[in-house]
């Protein structure tokens, strides 16, 4: 089973940028649907951003679609977020999560399809 480190999270003014990276273990990384959730605090965990095994295909939640950027480097096993333009609502844990169901398509925005999580990363947008 292979395990996900999420860094990169910190303490940003709104319109800054951060990249968030997420860093696998073992030797199967390629195999894997890539997601990034959230969760502010009292709040569900929402989906973010999704990436395919190949990164061929990409999916974002409509409040990002244009300010962040998910990627992919299968021979680093990492996964990236860049966030753009941040804004307040963006506050909130960070986690990368993993997935090997077929039909990735379909099951990308549900967080109850991922089965491997990291330990999240807090960013905070605030001047």
């Known amino acids: 089973q292979a395990r996900f480190v999420e860094s990169g999270g910190g303490l940003v003014q709104p319109g800054g940028s951060l990249r968030l990276s997420c860093a696998a273990s073992?030797?199967?990384?390629?195999?894997?649907?890539m997601g990034w959730f959230r969760q502010a605090p009292g709040k569900e965990r929402d989906f973010v951003a999704a990436i395919s095994w190949t990164g061929g295909r990409t999916y974002y939640a409509d409040s990002v679609k244009g300010r962040f950027t998910i990627s992919r480097d299968n021979a680093k096993n990492t996964v990236y977020l860049q966030m753009n333009s941040l804004k307040p609502e963006d506050t909130a844990v960070y986690y990368c999560?993993?997935?090997?169901?077929?039909?990735?398509?379909?099951?990308?925005?549900?967080?109850?399809?991922?089965?491997?999580w990291g330990q999240g990363t807090q960013v905070t947008v605030s001047s």
């Open positions: 999560a993993a997935t090997r169901r077929l039909f990735f398509s379909d099951i990308y925005y549900s967080h109850q399809k991922y089965d491997d």
């Open positions: 073992g030797r199967t990384f390629s195999s894997y649907g």
